[in-house]
């Protein structure tokens, strides 16, 4: 479900290497995080639910709107103030690495912190004002419309372009946290990624319906989602992305609060959808690549004769955010 390919220069292609200075992960060789401890750190922000959230009060919204008091069964929106962010290198090895292992899900409130997250929203919301988004399409043909399988809107950005300098400074946040996990994240060797797909659901209904987003070996191995959205409470706005991990007989609630970052594998190990959403709703998403599965999946496309930069997510990738 990714839109149609695109030149090498699109939403796609960018090496490890050029993700800013390369760096070793302090604290290598040290013991992660124990299982009990990384399983309560899950515990207390995932909550693998074993039933979904109510239906949304159907009522009109403020745009971007937010918190809410949550569920006993669902990540819970944290505090605006939130949680003091922690060194990258710590964040990696201590709760994401275990999280991602045990779990294959991980959640991390207060991500950016108040000041660069609220530039995010105001550089996202000005992409939105100015008209830069677009349908989200799908990339194989099918009988029924597009938008009836995904209602968001979206804009590919690098971070470089004017006014998106903040987001560019997420990207790499991102990047950074990626180098210092290095290894250790499911045997992978993470050597490129997407750009960031900025998306907006702009309510009224609008979701996307339960799917993978690499069921091919298409090389995308991890998927990162940003989230912007102030005051967002589920049970009148709904937008609440639930992932059903393969195997097990949960679904993990993810509520889209004002700097949450998410992080979840990105193969047939966790189908997700995205639950109606009744206000204006705004993630980032960035998808990291396995090099290894992503030249087999580019040397396939060129023996069937197809344009190297032909492959799916080397434009709009899949998935919903």
């Known amino acids: 479900m990714a839109e149609g390919a695109g030149p090498a220069s699109g939403p796609v292609g960018v090496p490890?290497?050029?993700?800013?200075?390369?760096?070793?992960?302090?604290?290598?060789?040290?013991?992660?995080?124990p299982q009990g401890r990384a399983g309560a750190a899950v515990g207390g922000l995932l909550l693998l639910a074993l039933s979904g959230p109510r239906e949304p009060k159907r009522r009109p919204a403020?745009?971007?709107?937010a918190e809410s008091d949550g569920g006993a069964k669902r990540a819970r929106a944290a505090p605006e103030a939130g949680p003091q962010r922690v060194p990258l290198g710590r964040l990696a090895l201590d709760y994401v690495v275990p999280c991602m292992g045990l779990y294959g899900i991980c959640v991390k409130d207060a991500?950016?912190?108040?000041?660069l997250a609220g530039r995010v929203l105001a550089e996202v919301a000005g992409l939105d004002r100015s008209g830069k988004?677009?349908?989200?399409?799908?990339?194989?043909?099918?009988?029924?419309?597009?938008?009836?399988?995904?209602?968001?809107?979206?804009a590919w950005v690098e971070g470089r372009e004017p006014g998106c300098r903040a987001i560019g400074a997420l990207v790499g946040?991102?990047?950074?946290?990626?180098?210092?996990?290095?290894?250790?994240?499911?045997?992978?060797?993470?050597?490129?990624?997407?750009?960031?797909?900025?998306?907006?659901?702009?309510?009224?209904?609008s979701g996307y319906v339960r799917h993978v987003d690499n069921p091919h070996g298409d090389?995308?191995?991890?998927?990162?989602?940003?989230?912007?959205?102030?005051?967002?409470?589920?049970?009148?706005?709904?937008?609440?992305?639930?992932?059903?991990?393969?195997g097990r007989p949960v679904v993990a609630n993810i509520e889209p609060i004002f700097d949450r970052l998410l992080l979840f594998w990105s193969d047939r190990r966790n189908p997700h959808e995205v639950k109606p959403s009744y206000a204006t709703r705004y993630a980032?998403?960035?998808?990291?690549?396995?090099?290894?599965?992503?030249?087999?999946?580019k040397g396939k496309h060129q023996m069937a004769s197809a344009p190297?930069?032909?492959?799916?997510?080397?434009?709009?990738?899949n998935g919903p955010t």
Not at 16 to 33: N, T, V, Y
Not at 174 to 183: S, V, W
């Open 219 to 246: 090389g995308r191995c991890v998927t990162c989602i940003y989230y912007l959205n102030r005051q967002w409470d589920s049970q009148v706005h709904g937008g609440i992305l639930q992932i059903y991990p393969e």
């Open 16 to 33: 490890f290497r050029a993700m800013g200075r390369e760096s070793r992960a302090p604290g290598a060789g040290k013991e992660p995080c």
């Open 173 to 205: 946040r991102l990047d950074e946290l990626m180098r210092r996990c290095a290894g250790r994240l499911g045997g992978y060797d993470i050597t490129g990624r997407t750009k960031a797909m900025v998306a907006c659901y702009p309510g009224s209904g």
């Open 308 to 317: 190297l930069d032909d492959l799916p997510p080397a434009t709009q990738a």
């Open 111 to 115: 991500f950016l912190g108040e000041a």
């Open 284 to 297: 980032i998403t960035v998808w990291y690549f396995d090099g290894k599965e992503r030249a087999e999946a």
């Open 133 to 154: 988004f677009r349908d989200g399409q799908l990339v194989s043909p099918r009988a029924v419309p597009p938008r009836s399988i995904r209602g968001d809107q979206v």
């Open 62 to 65: 403020a745009s971007g709107a």
